[in-house]
């Protein structure tokens, strides 16, 4: 079992910043992959950052050039969020996959097993 606790959300105006962390603890031996997702209520879970295979990031193409990942499993996950616009507003997820490292689907909610509670997001005009 991983568990996953996410913090640093908040209320923010457009254009300003966030920083979300996720604290990591459990079973960390098999090296899951981790992510970050975000829903709206009424909306698919959306896929919004994490790592290939290689370590290099990967963005939805919605937070590109404004989000940042970084982290792993033993210091934290981390996603910083700039210039954050309205449309940003939601929940955000921290992930775990229970199969170590992930070849592909790196940003398919079902490929991840494990799931924090969740940290509201809300960016205001």
């Known amino acids: 079992q991983v568990q996953l606790v996410e913090s640093g959300g908040g209320s923010v105006q457009a254009g300003g910043s966030l920083r979300l962390s996720c604290a990591v603890s459990?079973?960390?031996?098999?090296?899951?992959?981790l992510a970050w997702f975000r829903q709206v209520p009424g909306k698919e879970r959306e896929g919004v950052a994490s790592f290939d295979l290689f370590g290099r990031t990967i963005y939805a193409d919605s937070v590109k050039g404004r989000f940042t990942i970084s982290g792993d499993e033993k210091s934290g996950l981390y996603l910083q969020m700039d210039s954050l616009q309205r449309e940003d507003t939601a929940v955000y997820y921290c992930?775990?996959?229970?199969?170590?490292?992930?070849?592909?689907?790196?940003?398919?909610?079902?490929?991840?097993?494990?799931w924090g509670q969740g940290t509201q997001v809300t960016v205001s005009s």
């Open positions: 992930a775990a996959s229970s199969v170590g490292q992930l070849v592909s689907g790196h940003l398919n909610p079902s490929r991840y097993a494990y």
């Open positions: 459990g079973d960390i031996s098999n090296d899951p992959h």
